[in-house]
């Protein structure tokens, strides 16, 4: 089925491409260790492809990778919690069915190094202490005096020239990389080490869908973080504002930094794949929650017809009551019982209900 | 950025390799010379500071320079308590050795100066010369002054009214006393501002009336009760340019009275502001009158806490306070010195340089203040005596037992006026003297 064309090597073991035509995900995967189904939106739609197409125009080996950083331990714990308040969870909603599918997932960043010149301008803060006092008085006692010190920054303009190289500057290499890090929080990439095959074993690695220049102006957005505080330190300051420069910048070199994260999902009432991520690095778990409204009206039929047959069972009593006058409040507690029984078969329905449209408000496209 | 780097700006240390910084440059402040001699630029003659015409004057041939700087006012800047300024203020103590020798440029004589005069007038060619004296930290010299506005020859005047002004002293002083030359002297104070925020609590009395059962009398009566409640309440004042004495060298009490220099006509210190006349250095560090300037604040404040409560029946009061945005100033205000001499005793009298206000030693007639107590008791004392007689004729005369009786009431009365007169009398008397 797959050709060596459809190879892509330079990342250790040699990998393919795959693209779901369901949800338009891109993968690079092991040769020996293709899914059946569509890590993100469990669709059986996945397709090989060529690298250097125009779907996997950037498959270059990364420079750096974070590693998973948050073990099984914290992955079991994190989605036994996400599975136990579902009231009524779906078929195959359990902490068990959860951990059985899921995957390890590397997500890409853009790092990028460039060259900057500028003549720039800023505040600079310097803190110092002054001394002030706390006093306390109570008659018969006299007045107690305390030595406070407090901090203040004091404020000077700052002017220069700068001309600095700066190295891996990340910048989104995915159009959903926000929404990632808004339902994940996001990584600390200092944490960041040299790339190494061994770290990705199996693990499948999306491709970026966002090019490098789409990614230039949020790159920039670091690079001026980066020069903004290289300045402060500079200046010998504590801190800085109102930092303006207008950069030219030359010699980009553009490579790929990994994220960690853990992937898996389950089906709702009409069959849809929820998806349920993990931070790999924090553990930090996001996942939409579908309480099974089918399961719950079978709970509710159950329920509704044990109090059916209690009812006719009371009717019966009730009617031999005739007879033998006592067996009539047997009849009528019986009929009671069926009534609260009834009535009771409606609570299923409505908690799922309930809880379902609590879940609206949780984003769902990443 | 049109030019770079802005006019103004110059080259800073850089801790990053390739960053180049550049910072307004400091003002350095103009090399001055540690002693500054005033000499007419047409005639060579010793200038001073004209109080009349506001500037440099040359009572030779009548040369004028005007003042090199204007007024700031409330303006001037304020330095806030740094750990470096107060640690540096700590250290300056004083202001170095106990006398130092001055060589006059003018007639090269070498005089020796006490600690912490500003100014020299040479005994030998009468130059007048403003020492520039070192500190630790450039705060802690004058940086600004407020300048002499009364001009000497009236302070004769306003000495002769003061000393007639009270009936206490004695008659001879006005008419005979000749008060000496006042002479100019800038006195150091140091100006606090601060904002203080205080919390307090405690009981305050209420009058309640209430009545009760008197079993010995078995009757109702009433009485008034005092109910204590608790209250508490959150007070906040500002002080701006509180002054606080700098100098030991004159009577602090004589100082307070004469405390109303209006800190809105501050001006950057310059040297020839100070020539011809007296000025001297703080002897009372930055701390201690920092000291001072936050205990009377705090009197302020728990004056300001205490009319919040409802009655004036405290007790059990309590309250913290916290000071922000202290900061302070160190000033010189101009003030005239002059003693007289009064039955072998001496006595000094200050004028306010800048309003006029005087404030001095004057002696008591005691023999005065005696008399004006015994007129103040006598019609008391007689009256009641008139009661006690007109009461004793009862006797032979029978409706004169009324007579006395209202008499003595009212002679009562007079007495107990007389008595508060006659000791409001002597504390001012005693005040007056006890300067």
Redesign the interface.
Known sequence: MMSESTLVSGWGAPRIPLICNQCDWRYLVLVDAVPTACPHCASPEIEALAPGTAQFPYVAAPELIILFAAGAEVVSRQVAAFAEEIPVPPEGLSAEALLGSVQRLFVPMWLVDADAESLWQAEVGFDYEVVSHRERYADGGGWQTQEVRESRARWEPRVGRLARHYDNIAAPALTSHQALERVLGGYDLRAAVRYDPAALADALVRVPDRTPEAAWPDAQVGVRRRAQDECREAAGADHVRDFRWSPSYSGNNWTLLLLPLYVTHYRDDEGVAQRILLNGQTGQLYGVKRGSAARAQRRALIIGATSLVIFALSLMVALLGLLLPPLLIVGILGAVLALLIGAGALIPIGRVALFNRRQRDIPVEV | ?TQ???EG?GP?????A???????APKTPEAAPDVVDFKCPRCQATTAYSVEDGGLRCAHCGYYEPPATSTVGKGAQEF?????T?SAARQAQGWGTERRELHCEHCGAQTSLPQGDLTHTCPFCGSNQVMQLESPQDQLRPRFLVPFKVEPGDCQKIAREWLGSSWMTPQALKRSTRVADFTGVYMPYWTFDAQSAADWRAEVGHQVTERYYDSSSKSWKTRIKIVWRWESGHAQRTFDDLLIPGTTRFSKVLLERMQTFDTKALVPYAPSYLAGLLAHAYDVALEPAWKTS?EEM?AAT?QTCRGQASTGEI??????????D?SWRYVLVPVYVAAYQYDGETYQVLVNGQTGDVAGQRPVDWTKVWLAVGGMLAPGVLLGLFGVLASVLEVVLPPSLAVGAFVIVFAFILLIMGIVFAALTIIKAREMDDV
């Open positions: 950025m770079f780097p802005p700006y800073v240390a850089s801790q990053v390739g960053i180049e910084i550049f910072a307004p806030e308590f740094t750990v470096t107060v936050r705090r728990q007790r059990n009061f309590s309250m913290s306070l916290d000071f922000s202290e």
